[in-house]
Nanobody, 130 residues
Framework: QVQLVESGGGLVQAGGSLRLSCAAS????????MGWFRQAPGKEREFVAS????????????YYADSVKGRFTISRDNAKNMVSLQMYSLNPEDTAVYYC???????????????????WGQGTQVTVSS
């Protein structure tokens, strides 16, 4: 059974940092594009970051939403079958439920589209206080 389980969310003050992790079970994560999305109350789910399948540029091409570029870093550890999102300089606008997702698609333009992701985790809450 394919599963994605996120962890690492929590409450942090503005300017702080958090590291989210996503563990995969039942399949090999390295063969999938991995993404992080988030959804704030009353808002649509939005793209945060993505990393391509391993083997593309030795570890994956990365993409970021403009709102997080320079503050967030997505990475993957194929040995542990995990993907992480390191978040720095958090602000209240980053408050949301963060979801890990996996996509079979290698097309780079699909990296930003939630509908192109096949598997989703249950989400982890990130709350940034001002």
């Amino acid at each position: 059974q394919v599963q994605l389980v996120e962890s690492g969310g929590g409450l942090v003050q503005a300017g702080g940092s958090l590291r989210l992790s996503c563990a995969a079970s039942g399949w090999i994560l390295s063969s999938y594009r991995m993404g992080w999305f988030r959804q704030a109350p009353g808002k649509e789910r939005e793209f945060v970051a993505s990393i391509s399948q391993s083997g593309y540029n030795s570890g994956g091409n990365t993409y970021y939403a403009d709102s997080v570029k320079g503050r967030f870093t997505i990475s993957r550890d194929n040995a542990k079958n995990m993907v992480s999102l390191q978040m720095y300089s958090l602000n209240p606008e980053d408050t949301a439920v963060y979801y890990c997702a996996a996509s079979r698609w290698s097309t780079s333009s699909y990296a930003f589209e939630a509908k192109k992701y096949d598997y989703w985790g249950q989400g982890t809450q990130v709350t940034v206080s001002s």
